[in-house]
């Protein structure tokens, strides 16, 4: 099945690149710069779309407007998760990122009217939840920068995803993979060059593990896009939800994040049966 594969590929392109993404958020390279890396990987497959004819330019005022809307919100999508990657554990960011899949379902419900079942709104709050395992009231956590910055993310990611699958359903996903894409990129690197960044500097960063997340980045984004010609907006961030406890499992064994254990765990148990009750809901 084509949208399973897609979902699939997505799964694992999101969990690798959260994962080397923390590792760059702490490395010294301009974020602006890296954001407009990834972002840029995310746009070059789309040339071949350009090239083939296959990206339209006969469109209304009210659909450039759209795609400007969404080429504007690709730079703060990247950044907010940047700035949240600096300041919070990959496997902490994750758990608070995947409240998107309940940000998502209500925005499509008020914008694209796409109905959930009930089962999967219980799911998705079940996943909302897990965020309180993390005991963000000790200490007032959750009145830190880092905190706000992942749930800006989460909801930053939940507008760009509805609007993302508008433009998908009524331009096209070759346009506005192409056009968006590409303003998005542009948009990054004039930030960029204005925020200091050079290339030189930038050089000096790209090694094996950069080259992967430029890599794993664009398999994330245009496997999940695709996945909307094929099913629900909400259904398909579900699924992306899996990441969590591969991410959570992963950086604890590879990036070393043993800090709030117990928190993670708690909060891993409860995600998953929360997406135990998703998948329920689908059978």
């Known amino acids: 099945m084509i949208w399973a594969t897609l979902l699939a590929l997505h799964l694992v392109g999101l969990v690798g690149y959260t994962l080397l993404l923390r590792k760059s958020a702490l490395s010294e390279i301009n974020k602006y710069a890296l954001a407009a890396l990834m972002q840029t990987a995310v746009f070059l497959p789309s040339l071949f779309f350009l090239l083939s004819g296959r990206v339209r330019f006969d469109l209304s005022a009210t659909e450039w407007f759209t795609l400007a809307s969404a080429g504007v919100l690709v730079v703060g999508l990247h950044l907010t998760a940047i700035r949240a990657l600096q300041h919070l554990e990959a496997s902490v960011f994750t758990i608070i990122y995947n409240s998107r899949l309940l940000f998502t379902t209500i925005f499509g419900y008020v914008f694209l009217n796409e109905i959930p079942p009930n089962m999967q709104i219980v799911g998705g709050v079940i996943i909302f939840a897990s965020i309180l395992m993390l005991n963000l009231h000790k200490n007032k956590q959750y009145l830190s920068k880092p ?122 148990t409860l995600a998953v049966i929360g997406l135990t009750v998703i998948l329920i809901s689908k059978l």
Do not use: C
């Open 147 to 268: 905190v706000w910055y992942g749930l800006l993310a989460s909801l930053w990611l939940s507008g760009y995803a509805t609007l993302e699958k508008h433009i998908v359903v009524t331009i096209g996903f070759e346009t506005y993979i192409t056009l968006a894409g590409f303003l998005g990129a542009l948009l990054l690197w004039l930030l960029a060059f204005k925020m200091g960044a050079r290339l030189k500097q930038i050089k000096t960063h790209i090694d094996r593990q950069f080259a992967a997340l430029l890599v794993l980045r664009p398999l994330s984004a245009w496997s999940f896009v695709l996945s909307f010609k094929y099913g629900s907006l909400a259904v398909a961030n579900y699924v992306s939800g899996m990441s969590v406890p591969l991410i959570v499992v992963f950086g604890i064994v590879f990036l070393g994040e043993k800090g709030k254990l117990r928190e993670k765990i708690l909060a891993l």
